[in-house]
């Protein structure tokens, strides 16, 4: 039976802490009959589940809207209040019936003067790095109904009350430009109040990218906003006769240096056990030696609802072997690399230091590779010290910090008998970003290469897309809008990215330019249009994947501004950067560019922008804007077609090249910039520069994202599998041939990072291509299902949750037999291409295909046949000769 579920605001489930003014609502229509089509909604909003219950809504009532819209639909109705819990109905029309389904959202402090009754406090300059310890007992009355705590903090705030965590984030508020924007999370904490008597509340604080204090080459330590971390907490107790009453951070809350002597997001941690201050957020705890806490200036930024889901620790991992490379050294090797931390667990005497060393990678001597080769840091890098207590068996492990680590060495281990394989284990942390999309096929490589991409991916979501755990933490543009599509495609992480291209916009220099990371402490301000491109490409990717048209109209005149900027600086068209295909094969293991000449990715990069800027425009109706960039692109396209292209030989070459380049081929290509007439010729020398490489890459960041799907798109899609299916130097299967549990830096062993995914956007061509899965309209309104049937391969699978619902496709052959089941959500249709062998033989359900329910408008596509197919299920089958 069909039934609305999936019901969402702002793309959270229930959320506690809705800012927007105009709240964005959708469902998904599930288990309906073939063929069902949504024909209309209607939104209630109310202040009761009751109301709603006896459709009396008394904030707002769409009315029946004729629309077959299921996401995206703005709440259209008086302003809401702050501090309240909202119950909304939508009642879901389809040409299979009518569903209805409920649910909640809650408003936080809307307004600034909502904070009024809370102050930022920290410890103040006291001269130590100690994380302070804050704390504030309080009473609670009788009648408890609902308790949130609302939080936002200048670097990070671990917080408990009465001796519980307040929630399960971490490494939590995500950090932004403090200057311009500040989160604040919200927490039901009303489980862990006592009513009628005293409760406490602690706060730890930690630095994170707010206060830190180890220089760094990007001078985080030297930010703008730079300060001692700091708080501001607003507890909200709200009884069942219907009255409030408010507990804010600032005077009356108590400080105190904590166990935690030194925390850098980049170096690790420092605890001292003997420090320690059990029961500090209990009631009843002695803090009459403790000061008072200090009233801190507030950071700049404007106080948002952090949308994004936090950070949180998603696995435990156990250690599969210890080795002793040296006396006294012991090494924990686990299964794969990941992010996270290490949990250690020791017995010794007070003051007994144990240090924990991270790496990726092991040095010869098997000690663990925890170098800093480029001398990012100042002092220390990826290492945990704890001091013992000497009070028996002490478990610790850090909680302002994050490495990119396989590998834990234990340096100092206290006591005469080695440690037990219980003694580290490896916590998983990263954003709580749920996996929708999956893949598989009768190869095993793919699935590995599959497999690794999204754990990388995991590995890097830090409330942005970072580029490498263990080195650099930074969100660099380029890696992010390279990843992008492959992040919305296998993970939940439209609000992160909606989130990080507000980063972006907020590093913008006062001409318009993006700056190269995001957020920015004020580093980097070359100019390399690849890697800016990302706030022009990264915005289309939320429009294309989720059909997000806010973020769109949100920095239109932004991506606008910059992309006229970058054209007005580039003589004739022809544009310039400081980056282009980085870490082809043949460069340097810790990073440089290809042997070419760089202006080609910069000119096609500039023309991208300039024709998805127009893209932009038609899709918001701005017609002024679609025809400027429209002409613009035009321009540039005319000028790198002049000024690269090759007519004798039929290639594209730059300055100083070294041979054919692969990628000068495939942006032409890929971008589109290819005259149609000349395009047969370039994918012929694109043919010749693989086959000249041994049938391998030859692909830096920007080629490798663009190889396999136009080798596929230009009818060489056999081609494409031997390159993605090479086990020798350069390519995937290289990496898993020597153990690699993740994606690499660079495509050499010596590659520094083993956490990096921006060489995996091979993922691209394995949904797109291998299992055939795409979407062919803004948010999979219209699913493209198309698999390249090369003859490696005899099964693949694929399928991801799209705004509409799951659409799914898996593909097999036997040598008589061939098979595909499609599933298309509600709202959405699928084209089904196939070959015509297959075609002409295809059945559904006992019958030929073109008479099933469901399948429409069969027509010739080129040499292959189309079936357009309604939502639902489907089982084709087609007997071979």
Not at 325 to 340: M, N
Not at 369 to 383: E, M, P
Not at 483 to 502: F, P, T
Not at 822 to 845: H, N, Q
Request: net charge negative.
């Amino acid at each position: 039976m069909p039934t609305v579920e999936g019901l969402t605001v702002e793309g959270q489930t229930q959320p506690l802490n809705v800012d927007d003014d105009a709240p964005r609502f959708g469902w998904v229509v599930a288990d309906a009959p073939r063929g069902a089509v949504p024909l209309a909604y209607r939104i209630e909003v109310a202040r009761s589940d009751a109301a709603l219950a006896h459709d009396r809504p008394d904030v707002w009532d769409s009315g029946r809207v004729p629309s077959p819209a299921s996401f995206g639909i703005a709440y259209d109705g008086p302003a809401l209040s702050s501090f309240t819990r909202y119950f909304w109905k939508v009642v879901a029309e389809t040409s299979s019936g009518t569903f209805s389904a409920r649910s909640w959202f809650e408003s936080g402090p809307r307004r600034p003067t909502d904070w009024a009754d809370s102050q930022w406090i920290g410890k103040g300059g006291h001269g130590t790095t100690a994380a302070p310890l804050l704390r504030r007992e309080f009473r609670v009355g009788r009648g408890l109904s609902t308790a949130r705590l609302y939080l936002a903090a200048g670097g990070y705030a671990d917080v408990s009350v009465n001796g519980r965590p307040a929630g399960t984030a971490v490494l939590s508020p995500d950090f932004t430009d403090y200057d311009k924007r500040v989160l604040y999370q919200a927490h039901d904490v009303t489980a862990l109040l006592k009513a009628g008597t005293t409760n406490a509340m602690g706060i730890e604080l930690g630095r994170g990218f707010y206060g830190l204090t180890n220089p760094d080459v990007w001078h985080w330590e030297k930010a703008p906003w730079h300060g001692e971390p700091r708080v501001r907490a607003l507890l909200r107790l709200c009884y069942a006769d219907g009255h409030c009453d408010e507990l804010g951070s600032g005077p009356g809350w108590r400080e105190h240096d904590g166990p935690t002597l030194l925390d850098d997001v980049y170096g690790g941690e420092t605890y001292d056990a003997r420090r320690a201050q059990p029961g500090f957020d209990t009631a009843g705890f002695d803090d009459r030696s403790w000061r008072p806490a200090v009233v801190m200036p507030a950071p700049k930024g404007q106080l948002q609802a952090q949308r994004e889901p936090p950070i949180r620790v998603a696995q435990t991992l156990q250690a599969d072997v210890i080795t002793e490379p040296k006396p006294g050294v012991f090494v924990f090797a686990f299964p794969r690399v990941i992010a996270g931390w290490a949990t250690l667990a020791a017995q010794g005497r007070p003051g007994d230091t144990v240090a924990l060393h991270y790496g990726e990678k092991l040095l010869p001597d098997g000690t663990v590779d925890d170098r800093d080769a480029h001398h990012y840091f100042k002092h220390g890098f990826q290492t945990d010290r704890m001091i013992l207590a000497g009070t028996g068996r002490e478990s610790w492990h850090a909680r302002f910090s994050w490495k990119g680590f396989r590998y834990v060495q234990v340096d100092g281990w206290p006591g005469h008998l080695p440690p037990g394989i219980d003694a580290v284990t490896a916590q998983r942390v990263h954003t709580d970003a749920k996996v929708i999309g999956h893949f598989s096929s009768s190869q095993p490589l793919l699935d590995w290469v599959h497999a690794a991409a999204v754990d990388t991916l995991l590995n890097n979501l830090y409330g942005l897309p970072t580029d490498t755990p263990m080195y650099e933490k930074n969100g660099w543009t380029g890696d992010g809008m390279l990843g992008a599509d492959m992040m919305l495609r296998n993970l939940d992480s439209a609000a992160l990215l909606a989130k990080w291209v507000q980063d972006i916009a907020d590093t913008r220099t006062a001409d318009g330019a993006p700056l190269l990371i995001a957020p920015n402490p004020g580093w980097g301000l070359g100019r390399a249009p690849p890697w800016h491109a990302a706030y022009v490409l990264v915005p289309w990717s939320l429009y294309w994947q989720r059909s997000d048209r806010r973020v769109l109209a949100e920095h239109a005149a932004g991506m606008a501004r910059y992309v006229d900027l970058e054209y007005g600086r580039s003589p004739g068209g022809i544009a310039d950067t400081e980056l282009g295909d980085w870490v082809s094969p043949e460069t340097a293991a810790d990073g440089e560019n290809a042997p070419e000449d760089k202006h080609v990715a910069a000119t096609a990069y500039l023309y991208r922008m300039a024709d998805t800027m127009a893209r932009v425009g038609s899709t918001l109706g701005d017609a002024v804007l679609a025809a400027h960039f429209s002409s613009l692109a035009a321009t540039v396209r005319d000028a790198f077609n002049q000024r690269f292209y090759d007519t004798h030989a039929g290639v594209y070459r730059g300055d100083g090249d070294l041979g054919v380049r692969q990628t000068h081929q495939l942006l032409a290509l890929g971008f589109g910039l290819a005259p149609d007439a000349q395009r047969t010729r370039v994918a012929d020398a694109l043919v010749q520069a693989v086959h000249a490489h041994d049938d391998h890459l030859d692909t830096g960041a920007l080629g490798t994202k663009l190889l396999l799907p136009v080798l596929t798109a230009t009818g060489h899609a056999e081609l494409a599998w031997r390159v993605a299916t090479q086990v020798s130097f350069p390519g995937w299967g290289f990496w898993r041939a020597h153990g690699a549990t993740s994606l690499w830096e660079h495509w050499k062993l010596a590659s520094r990072s083993r956490g990096h995914y921006f060489l995996g956007t091979i993922d691209d061509w394995l949904y797109g291509d291998v299992a055939g899965l795409r979407p062919l309209a803004p948010g999979w309104q219209r699913i493209g299902v198309h698999p390249a049937l090369t003859h490696g391969l005899d099964h693949a699978a694929a399928d991801t949750l799209t705004p509409y619902g799951k659409a799914a496709v898996s593909w097999s052959r036997t040598p008589g037999e061939f098979r595909i089941d499609v599933e298309v959500p509600v709202g959405a249709v699928a084209e089904l291409r196939l070959p015509e062998p297959i075609s002409a033989a295809l059945t559904e359900s006992g019958q030929a295909a073109t008479k099933a329910v469901g399948v429409h408008d069969v027509h010739a596509c080129g040499d292959d046949t189309c079936l357009e197919v309604a939502s639902g299920r489907y089982r084709f089958r087609a007997r071979l000769p």
